[in-house]
């Protein structure tokens, strides 16, 4: 049996000083080796970083929660949820920033993290989740593999650089 060298999926209960940091390493690697998550692959460090900075800021403001597998200080994958606010929209929840480092990815994890979001949300008692991903991509591919009904599209609502404008493809998950 292959020892994988970290643990999770599990909660961030409480986001370490470093935790930025560690997420925005993960999330430029992710986006140079061209994942779906926010930037195009070219995209500058400092931004990438200040993103990162300011999700965990949401984290530890309580306003999303963060699900990871990886070492605390080596983060190897991640999922974000957001929930709604206001009665309107408090009983479903944004899924956000899907993503398992380049040389893991194909093992499982990313099946992992999207099961334990939806086990979180579940035991939260929310009643849906929404998601948004990349046209052009085999994200719309994967998220239908993984059970999510595709809800609606928004033409040409993703701008990635000046000739590369894509869809954005709209996911509904009915919990019971
Ligand atoms: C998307 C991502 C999280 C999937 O994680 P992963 O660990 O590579 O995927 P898994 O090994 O858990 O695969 C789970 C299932 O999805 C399938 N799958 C994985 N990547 C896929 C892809 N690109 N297209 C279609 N299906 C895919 C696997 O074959 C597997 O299917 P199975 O359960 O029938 O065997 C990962 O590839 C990633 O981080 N991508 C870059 C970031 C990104 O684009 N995130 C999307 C944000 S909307």
């Known amino acids: 049996m292959t020892e994988e060298p970290?643990?999770?999926?599990?909660?961030?209960?409480?986001?370490?000083?470093?935790?930025g940091t560690v997420l925005g390493t993960l999330w430029l690697a992710v986006t140079r080796a061209g994942g779906a998550v926010g930037f195009p692959s070219d995209a500058a460090e400092q931004d990438v970083r200040a993103v990162a900075e300011q999700a965990i800021e949401d984290v530890r403001a309580k306003r999303q929660q963060l699900i990871?597998?990886?070492a605390d200080h080596a983060l190897a994958g991640t999922v974000f949820l957001r929930r709604g606010t206001g009665t309107v929209v408090a009983h479903r929840?944004?899924?956000?920033?899907?993503m398992v480092r380049p040389d893991l990815q194909g093992r499982?994890?990313?099946?992992?993290?999207?099961?334990?979001a939806v086990a979180h949300a579940t035991a939260l008692g929310l009643e849906q989740l929404l998601l948004s991903t990349r046209g052009g991509t085999d994200m719309p591919t994967f998220y239908k593999r993984q059970g999510w009904s595709e809800?609606?599209?928004?033409?040409?609502?993703?701008?990635?650089?000046?000739?590369?404008i894509r869809d954005e493809h709209w996911f509904q998950l009915r919990l019971s």
């Open 6 to 19: 970290f643990s999770g999926p599990h909660l961030v209960q409480e986001a370490h000083p470093e935790m």
């Open 68 to 70: 990871v597998i990886g």
């Open 93 to 98: 929840a944004e899924v956000l920033r899907l």
């Open 108 to 116: 499982g994890w990313g099946k992992r993290l999207l099961d334990a």
């Open 151 to 164: 809800v609606g599209v928004f033409p040409a609502s993703l701008r990635l650089g000046p000739d590369d």
